[in-house]
């Protein structure tokens, strides 16, 4: 039955999972590498200290940012966004004339490229700075809404749900980057 299927899952996610938290790290430094392109410090293989020329932003100037409530109102919308959009797609879909067959193949596809595009968009990040890959991010997602409410046939909706999961893929990678780009590590969920 489904109660002890869910156990069965909490089991095994404790067995696999908590095993692996030992090989987290949670900063760059901690490996020997430095955030944003700086200059290496040899590895130890011991933890070491975070980076303290880095601006950080306390919670209390954080606050008193208007561009954290900017960025907070920004990434609270794309969330809700991308999360209204996963019960209505196939609704949607359906109501334009697509076969539920064909809906439901074009969100797997949607899906299939969102996973993939978390670990394109975090090799882009490396080579752009973040807030450029962010705008890139969020044209794209535009972009491909757009294309999703303008498509007639079935190559035009799998091009379309591609689309948009390149770009929503991103948002999920991108997010965390730019918050902690923008105001720094030390005080990140202090």
């Given at each position: 039955g489904w109660r002890e299927a869910w156990l069965l899952l909490g089991i095994a996610t404790a067995v696999l999972l908590l095993p692996l938290t030992l090989l987290l790290y949670t900063t760059p430094e901690e490996v020997g590498l430095r955030p944003d392109g700086a200059a290496a410090a040899p590895a130890t293989g011991r933890?070491?200290?975070?980076?303290?020329?880095?601006?950080?932003?306390?919670?209390?100037e954080a606050l008193h940012s208007g561009l954290f409530w900017l960025l907070t109102v920004a990434l609270s919308l794309g969330v809700f966004g991308m999360m209204g959009f996963i019960p209505f797609v196939v609704p949607f879909l359906r109501s334009q004339g697509f076969s539920a067959d064909v809906a439901?193949?074009?969100?797997?596809?949607?899906?299939?490229?969102?996973?993939?595009?978390?670990f394109g968009w975090?090799?882009?990040s490396t080579r752009m700075s973040g807030?450029?890959?962010?705008?890139?991010?969020?044209?794209?997602a535009g972009l491909a809404v757009l294309a999703l409410y303008t498509?007639?046939?079935?190559?035009?909706?799998?091009?379309?749900?591609?689309?948009?999961?390149?770009?929503f893929g991103g948002f999920w990678v991108l997010q965390g980057l730019i918050v902690?780009?923008?105001?720094?590590?030390q005080h990140i969920a202090g």
């Open positions: 933890r070491q200290a975070p980076a303290t020329e880095e601006r950080s932003y306390t919670r209390r439901a193949l074009s969100v797997t596809t949607y899906a299939s490229v969102a996973v993939l595009m978390r975090g090799f882009l807030r450029s890959a962010f705008m890139v991010q969020c044209t794209l498509v007639t046939s079935q190559p035009a909706l799998f091009v379309a749900m591609a689309l948009l999961g390149f770009a902690v780009n923008t105001f720094g590590r």
